[in-house]
T-cell receptor
Framework: GESVGLHLPTLSVQEGDNSIINCAYSNSASDYFIWYKQESGKGPQFIIDIRSNMDKRQGQRVTVLLNKTVKHLSLQIAATQPGDSAVYFC?????????????FGQGTILTVHP | DGGITQSPKYLFRKEGQNVTLSCEQN?????MYWYRQDPGQGLRLIYYSQIVNDFQKGDIAEGYSVSREKKESFPLTVTSAQKNPTAFYLC????????????FGQGTRLTVV
């Protein structure tokens, strides 16, 4: 999972495995959560989001789980592919109307081996 | 194509100089944002704007300035007061008032030489 510090957490998996990336968020008032994927030298790319009134949301090959009791968010990627290799960030919005006003986690490096 | 365009992709600046980073969007989004990213870290909010002619400081606004004269444009000026300006700068936009994702540009890498 993500943590404070200069060394990003890393996750290495084999192609075809399922991946789980964890994130602890800080603000109990946050009502919107989002996962982004960032490839080297590029801007973040949206993966999936979830509102605080939900505990699970599924997309194509991805599932986000939200546990508000322990302020924990996870991203599950099914049948991971080499193209999924990137840094993954969770982010939270603590309310207000500007949902792009986000607090980001440090990120997790996912490496998928063929 | 709809999207967010940041320019230039790479920028070099001498110490003591101001420099302006461009961000343009054609998504018709009201809200725009500037984030800074340092190596091995997440993004931190510099400034954001919910509407034309209005903007708010984010978490690390010191040494930066912005303007929002047009809906499509939200330029960021890195001033000489910014003590450590070398970083990757990302611009984003979103629909104001809607809990949907923010879209990011491809970033500008600023290096002070």
């Amino acid at each position: 999972g993500e943590s404070v510090g200069l060394h990003l957490p890393t996750l290495s998996v084999q192609e075809g495995d399922n991946s789980i990336i964890n994130c602890a968020y800080s603000n109990s008032a946050s009502d919107y959560f989002i996962w982004y994927k960032q490839e080297s030298g590029k801007g973040p790319q949206f993966i999936i989001d979830i509102r605080s009134n939900m505990d699970k949301r599924q997309g194509q090959r991805v599932t986000v789980l939200l546990n508000k009791t322990v302020k924990h968010l996870s991203l599950q990627i099914a049948a991971t592919q080499p193209g999924d290799s990137a840094v993954y960030f969770c982010a939270e919005n603590a309310g207000g109307t500007s949902y792009g006003k986000l607090t980001f986690g440090q990120g997790t490096i996912l490496t998928v081996h063929p | 194509d709809g999207g967010i365009t940041q320019s230039p992709k790479y920028l070099f600046r001498k110490e003591g100089q101001n420099v302006t980073l461009s961000c343009e969007q054609n998504l018709n989004h009201d809200a725009m944002y500037w984030y800074r990213q340092d190596p091995g870290q997440g993004l931190r909010l510099i400034y954001y704007s919910q509407i034309v002619n209005d903007f708010q400081k984010g978490d690390i606004a010191e040494g930066y300035s912005v303007s929002r004269e047009k809906k499509e444009s939200f330029p960021l000026t890195v001033t000489s007061a910014q003590k450590n300006p070398t970083a990757f700068y990302l611009c984003a936009s979103s629909i104001e008032g809607a809990d949907t994702e923010a879209f990011f540009g491809q970033g500008t890498r600023l290096t002070v030489v």
